[in-house]
C-alpha cells in the first residue's frame, strides 16, 4: 500500500481498471462497511467475499477520476471523488456504465505486522459508491 491516503485510492482504482485483487485495500475488521451501487456489505468477510466475485464476473474496468479530494488527519483520511466507471458484466454479457459519487474513510494501520516495510498503510474502513441520479 502506501504512507499517502491519496495514492491508496489511486492505486485501488487502478487496481480495479487491471481486474486485481481489492480486498487487501480493506481493513480486516467487523467495522469494516462497503456500499456499492446495489449492496451493502458489513464487516470484513462480507466486503471481500463480494469484491472477489465482482473481480470473477466483470472485466474491461474503465474509472476516471473527476474530482478527487483526500485530507488525512491523525490516522484517519476522509475521501470523496466523482467517478465516471464502466465494466463489461461478464453473467449477463452486457456493458454497464454509471457516473457516480464516491466517498468513504481510511485509516492509518502500521504495528509492524499489519505494514508495509516503508512504515504504514492507509486502508479504506468505508467506502459508499452511489449513482448520481437527478431528481424529477
Sequence with gaps: ??????????????ALRAGEALSPYFLEDASTVKFGISEALFGFEA??????EQTETTTAWTVES???VVTER???ATF???????WMDLDADERRRFETRWSGTLV????????AAD???WLFA?????AANELS
Design 1 to 14: 500500500m502506501s504512507d499517502r491516503a491519496e495514492t491508496v485510492v489511486r492505486d485501488y482504482y487502478e
Design 47 to 52: 466486503v471481500s467475499k463480494a469484491l472477489c
Design 66 to 68: 473527476h474530482q478527487l
Design 74 to 76: 491523525d490516522g484517519v
Design 80 to 86: 470523496a471523488d466523482e467517478v465516471t466507471m464502466a
Design 108 to 115: 492509518r494501520v502500521g504495528d509492524g505486522e499489519t505494514a
Design 119 to 121: 512504515g504504514d498503510d
Design 126 to 130: 468505508t467506502m459508499h459508491v452511489s
